[in-house]
């Protein structure tokens, strides 16, 4: 009886995950509906019991809601963003006049040193300038291409609304779907498991947005009141980047500081935006994220760093995004697996 159990829950998962991976270039606009409407589905149900109306007639008007709020925010939002790619793609030569000027200065020390060192180097960084330069400009010449290319974008706004109507809508009948196929003897520890990852998924998903919305407010004004270029381009970038545990701060970071850089050289507004991004560090770190998510997600750093690389390798940038949910939810099945196993005839024996 307990092998027939680890041979069935081995042969589903082991189904489910060749479906995903085989999938998993379709997945997206899927994926993206999904977590749109788990996180609406709470507010549809709490609606219906409170102003007593037809379930159907309060998801579509807070469907309704969602896509029209969201169509007015890319409407404020995607025009200041293009003025201020805009503004950045007219600026790169300037860019590259201050990091020649930079170069020079350090070029001029070295000089000092080794003259014939300070050739060689010269022509070598003349060079490395003149290539980087160009393929930035030709990245941000082109970058609406290289993101539609990547993301399949119309292709994903136009499913992702029709996807997450019929999820909204169909909800119930899907959870009583997966209801009626679990054995009737397991259902209760079957659905424990479930209660566990519904808390684990509410407590991450909600809690990551409202920190990646905090964070972001942070930084756009931070950024602006220091003057950046590309302000809240990059705020936004800073304040989402923490969905990619460590990878993510780091190439915040040095975006800023890049940006930086390149608009007022080696000046103390560098350490103005150390100041800022030091701050939001340990904000989120030590105040957000422990007050809003806690403990629940419950890994260590070295098996999040593992998962963000492993989902990244199978699933790409989708992977990489859900690798840390994933990975709870990986620990929190192992848990009942490993109980489970210890409780057995099995393993007394």
Known sequence: NYMNKVIF??????????FIYLTSDTLAPFIIAFIFAYLLHPIIESNARKFK?????????????????????????????????????????????????GVSD?????????????????DSLQTIVNSVFSLV???????????????????????????????????????QT??????????????????????????????????????????????????????????????????????GTFISLFLMLTSCYFTYGASVEILYVLILFTIGYISESYFLTPKII???????????????????SVFGFVGIIFAIPIAGIIRLLLSHIIDFYKSSKFYMN
């Not at 998801?59 to 809601?65: D, K, N, R, S, Y």
């Not at 519904?198 to 950024?223: E, K, T």
Request: contains cysteine; charged residues 10%; positive net charge.
């Open 106 to 122: 350090l070029i001029a020390k070295l000089d000092n040193i080794d003259p014939d060192l300070g050739n060689k180097i010269t």
């Open 53 to 101: 109306l037809p379930r159907s007639l309060i998801t579509t008007g807070i469907f309704a809601v969602f896509i029209s709020s969201f169509i007015f925010g890319v409407m404020v939002l995607v025009p200041v963003i293009y003025r201020q790619i805009a503004a950045f793609i007219s600026k790169i030569p300037g860019y590259k006049n201050t990091f020649e000027v």
């Open 137 to 175: 400009a030709l990245a941000a010449n082109n970058i609406w291409g290289y993101t539609l290319a990547t993301l399949n974008f119309f292709t994903i706004i136009a499913l992702v609304p029709i996807i997450l109507y019929y999820f909204l809508r169909d909800w119930p009948q899907m959870v």
């Open 178 to 247: 997966v209801q009626s196929v679990l054995p009737v003897k397991e259902k209760g520890k079957i659905g424990e498991i479930f209660l566990g990852i519904n808390q684990l998924l509410s407590a991450y998903i909600r809690g990551q947005l409202n920190i990646c919305l905090i964070l972001s407010v942070y930084y756009v004004v931070g950024l602006t009141f220091i003057g950046l270029d590309l302000s809240l381009l990059l705020g936004m970038i800073a304040g989402f980047s923490i969905i990619i545990p460590f990878i």
């Open 9 to 18: 829950w081995s042969g589903t998962f082991l189904v489910l995950a060749s």
């Open 294 to 312: 806690g403990g629940r997600i419950g890994l260590h750093p070295v098996w999040i760093i593992f998962a963000v690389f492993a989902a990244g």
